[in-house]
């Protein structure tokens, strides 16, 4: 898709950056049994880690009522914002990737599907909020954002030019989002995504130093 010298790159959060497992698991089962709903297990409620909050409540509550889905999202944040927002992990050699990027005169931009408030609280409690310029999620209130529209948004902010600018992520979410504005699209394996859903990016990578490195190849 695009052939020139890579000056911006877009990360995913979760699944790109950090292990959110326990965090997003724990909070999506809070706000189930707030409901009374079952709850399936952490293997199961894993496949919904990246996308949308929504998407997630539409498939676990087989509802896309309005209320239902709020009342559902406001219970997954009364934990995800006291205790699940502290329970990520980052992945090795995350930050001395993040690192070398900035050296290299890249510009760091986090697009995340995760509400920017808590996107930047994650940042900042895992100690890779440095090497970024910006951080672009939906405001609390954007229940529907879907990625698409955060890497458009992440675009005209800064009026760059997507032929400029990679995209990473762990879910075909990521992959999509990157395409239908233009961009360059990596996904890196060791996330949430399947190795079929990946199949949709432009190149994969299987660790955070092989994409630094084939960024600079690029």
Request: net charge negative; with cysteine; glycine share 8%.
């Amino acid at each position: 898709m695009r052939r020139g010298p890579v000056h911006h790159l877009f990360l995913d959060l979760d699944g790109t950056l950090v292990d959110p497992f326990e965090g997003i698991t724990r909070s999506l089962a809070h706000a189930l049994q707030a409901l009374g709903r079952p709850i399936p297990s952490p293997n199961e409620l894993k496949v919904h880690i990246g996308p949308p909050l929504s998407n997630a409540f539409k498939v676990l509550l087989g509802s896309s009522d309005e209320a239902t889905l709020r009342a559902a999202i406001d219970a997954y944040r009364e934990r995800y914002s006291q205790v699940g927002v502290l329970e990520n992990r980052v992945y090795d050699m995350i930050p001395e990737t993040l690192q070398a990027l900035r050296d290299d005169g890249v510009v760091l931009h986090l697009v995340t599907s995760k509400p920017a408030i808590y996107a930047c609280r994650v940042l900042e409690h895992t100690g890779i909020a440095a090497p970024f310029r910006t951080v672009h999620g939906p405001e609390l209130d954007e229940i529907h954002l879907q990625k698409g529209s955060l890497v458009r948004r992440a675009l005209d902010a800064a009026a760059i030019e997507p032929s400029t600018v990679v995209m990473a992520g762990d879910r075909r979410v990521d992959l999509d989002a990157a395409r239908v504005n233009g961009v360059f699209s990596i996904g890196v394996t060791w996330g949430y995504g399947t190795r079929e859903e990946l199949r949709a990016a432009d190149l994969i990578v299987d660790s955070p130093f092989e994409l630094l490195a084939r960024l600079r190849a690029l």
